[in-house]
């Protein structure tokens, strides 16, 4: 049984051609079930230790720091923003289509995308001041609350994720991306007071609250990609992986949760 999701899928393969199989070997290990799966990727073959729990729950703790430690640069010196937000989407594209993980990646990744996110909260802290001089915490809390229930949903499989959940996921992701970027590029001609889209009444609620939605639904294909790779027996050094995806994932739903409030707060 084939993996869904393709930074597990693109993992494996990766896995499966260090081990120096042959075209025939990987073909038969393409069609492999998940017991063989997990059979063939014992770490005695490898040569090193599988991945575990606690090596996600550790690497991703290290990128959240480093991301924190990011905002609080970025807090005090907004102009570094633009700078971690180029940094972040490079090294983000780079970190997903790699084959070979490289944990220094993630971890620079990690701190230009706190860069960015300390910018975007002072210029929305000071923007808000008067209206939500709270607006920043409660997008973590949000954030928090959003990563808590979604993680109680997935693990009381409340949420299932089968091919049928991904491709609609992937097709949202899709329809969004391409809502948002027309966005963008209205915004500069004043349509919703320089919001685009979001800020063109509920129309905006609504399109804020979907970015919500499909942020928090992508943290159930990051569970899933780490359950699998534990399942399936993938070599420790792709924790970063892991940690790269939920990361990421943390940052948009925040960016999202923090664009929801601010509009919200318009509205009152």
Same mark, same amino acid.
């Given at each position: 049984?084939?993996?869904?999701?393709? $930074? @597990?899928?693109?993992?494996?393969?990766?896995? &499966?051609?260090?081990?120096?199989?042959?075209?025939?070997?990987?073909?038969?290990?393409?069609?492999?079930?998940? =017991?063989? @799966?997990?059979?063939? +990727?014992?770490?005695a073959a490898f040569g090193e230790r599988t991945l575990q729990m606690p090596d996600v729950v550790a690497k991703t703790a290290i990128s959240l720091l480093l991301v924190a430690a990011g905002a609080v640069i970025g807090w005090q010196n907004v102009g570094l923003g633009l700078l971690g937000m180029v940094? #972040?989407? $490079?090294? %983000?594209?780079?970190?997903?289509?790699?084959? =070979? !993980?490289?944990?220094?990646?993630?971890? $620079?990744? &990690?701190?230009a995308e706190g860069l960015f996110l300390g910018a975007i909260s002072r210029i929305f802290s000071d923007a808000y001041a008067v209206k939500a001089p709270n607006l920043v915490g409660q997008a973590v809390l949000g954030t928090v609350v959003a990563f808590a229930v979604m993680l109680a949903?997935?693990?009381?499989?409340?949420?299932? !994720?089968?091919?049928? +959940?991904?491709?609609? @996921?992937?097709?949202?992701?899709?329809?969004? #991306?391409?809502? *948002?970027?027309?966005? +963008?590029?209205?915004? +500069?001609? *004043? $349509? *919703?007071? %320089?919001?685009?889209?979001?800020?063109? *009444?509920?129309?905006? @609620?609504?399109?804020?609250?979907?970015?919500v939605v499909l942020a928090a639904f992508t943290l159930a294909l990051d569970f899933d990609l780490i359950e699998q790779g534990i399942r399936f027996g993938l070599p420790e050094r792709e924790s970063w992986r892991m940690a790269y995806a939920l990361t990421s994932t943390l940052v948009w739903l925040y960016v999202e949760v923090l664009r929801f409030l601010a509009i919200l707060t318009n509205r009152r």
């Open positions: 049984m084939q993996s869904n999701n393709p $930074v @597990l899928r693109r993992a494996v393969e990766t896995a &499966a051609e260090n081990r120096g199989l042959h075209e025939e070997g990987q073909a038969a290990y393409a069609q492999a079930d998940a =017991q063989q @799966l997990e059979h063939s +990727f014992a770490g940094v #972040g989407l $490079v090294l %983000g594209f780079v970190n997903a289509m790699k084959k =070979q !993980v490289v944990p220094a990646l993630v971890i $620079v990744y &990690a701190a949903l997935y693990s009381n499989r409340i949420v299932r !994720v089968n091919g049928k +959940f991904t491709k609609i @996921l992937m097709a949202s992701f899709i329809a969004y #991306g391409l809502i *948002g970027l027309v966005s +963008f590029v209205s915004s +500069f001609m *004043g $349509v *919703g007071q %320089g919001w685009g889209f979001y800020g063109v *009444g509920q129309l905006g @609620l609504l399109l804020c609250l979907a970015g």
